[in-house]
């Protein structure tokens, strides 16, 4: 029994090692895919950030696009692990006895606190960055992942202005819904390309409470502008 024990221990530390190594693959991959693309990142500079041997990526993933597909699901399960808890409240929302004003300044205060999380993981891990970069490229495998994360929140903010505003406009909720997601998305994206003295992976604590409250102020004033939709049409 004494002679098996070396053994393990080394079989444990290989295995251990391995997994850190996978690890370090996954993480500079979301990085460098998400700063230059799938195209223009190729295997020698995924294992030079992740400090490996290039060998380990074709034992580990199989090569350049199983260790794409496999940052995708580490961005995918990671996001909805974020953003189901604010679709789940948005739906009971819904639910509720709330409406009008104070329903929809609920959906703005769950915005402004979704959009201060989002972007602190995102100074972390670039999740944003790594799906849009990708859908710019038009990968549909991508593409479909983006949906699945991001579908579920525009619907239920979308439930919650239709709600709100007694339906007065149902095209303009459904943009409105989008809009809200893609402003966040977008000012993640490009940020660092206007201020570029500031790092990408690090987005300053003023700007991000700036981006909330312009989200608010939108989200209010949006709500008054449906019912100067139904105004102006009742004129007519």
Known sequence: MKKTQPIEKTTDQRKLKGEQTREKLVIEAIRLFGQYGYKATNTRALAEAAKCNLGLITFHFGGKQGLYEAAILRVKNRLMEMLTPSVIKLENLAKGNMEGEKLFQELANEINALAIKF??????????????????????????????????????????????TNAINPSR????????????????????????????????????????????????????????????????
């Open 119 to 164: 972007i602190g993981m995102e100074q972390v891990a670039g999740h944003a960055l790594f799906l849009l970069q990708n859908i710019n490229e038009k990968n549909t495998y991508n593409i479909t992942v983006y949906r699945d994360v991001f579908s579920p929140l525009i619907a239920s903010i979308e439930v919650i202005i239709n709600k709100a």
């Open 173 to 236: 909720a459904r943009l409105s819904a989008f809009m809200l997601i893609n402003t966040t998305l977008g000012f993640l994206r490009d940020y660092p390309v206007f201020f570029p003295e500031t790092e990408a992976s690090s987005i300053k604590q003023p700007s991000i409470d700036n981006l909330v409250e312009l989200l608010s102020h939108h989200l209010m004033s949006e709500y008054h502008t449906y019912f100067q939709f139904k105004m102006d049409n009742d004129l007519k």
